[in-house]
């Protein structure tokens, strides 16, 4: 669900047309007693409270100044991208590229095998589900096959 979603946006109660996200919360308020994350979860979520998206399997928070579900637990997004799980959400200048490398070369050389036993848990632990396995296998397969086309 995007912040677009809720631009020139009737409610879906009563037909009022709220020009964006923060309206529609007032107005929610105001004229229906309840509020913008229980509008959300009883007509996009199907009253299912969303889970963070590394595939954990456990809640979100309500952010309370964006007005939506986060889509990740704190620390998670960080954890899936540099772990090579998920899209990156950013894109880092060469600098910053070479500054991140630095850092981890040094966390390696003074904490390497802790960093590697914990990164070997993780994968156990994404693997131990079925629905990651799932997700990883349909990724890999689709790869195998944009590579044999490329080949051939």
């Known amino acids: 669900m995007t912040k677009e979603e809720f ?24 004229k229906h007693n309840s509020n913008l994350q229980e509008y959300i979860l009883k ?3 199907y009253d299912k409270w969303p889970e963070c998206a590394c595939g ?58 802790l960093i590697k036993e914990k990164i070997s848990n993780g994968v156990k632990n994404a693997w131990k589900d079925s629905k990651y396995r799932e997700k990883m296998n349909n990724r890999n397969n689709k790869r195998r096959i944009n590579n044999n086309k490329n080949k051939g």
Do not use: D, M
């Open 56 to 113: 954990c399997g456990k809640k979100v928070e309500w952010h309370k100044c964006r007005n939506q579900f986060n889509k990740f637990i704190n620390g998670h997004n960080s954890i899936v991208s540099e772990a090579g799980f998920g899209n990156r959400p950013y894109y880092l200048t060469p600098e910053q590229e070479k500054k991140k490398a630095s850092a981890v070369k040094k966390a390696y050389q003074k904490n390497g095998e």
């Open 43 to 45: 007509f996009y979520l």
């Open 7 to 30: 631009i020139n946006h009737n409610c879906k109660h009563c037909g009022y047309l709220c020009k964006n996200r923060k309206a529609l919360g007032i107005h929610l308020r105001l």
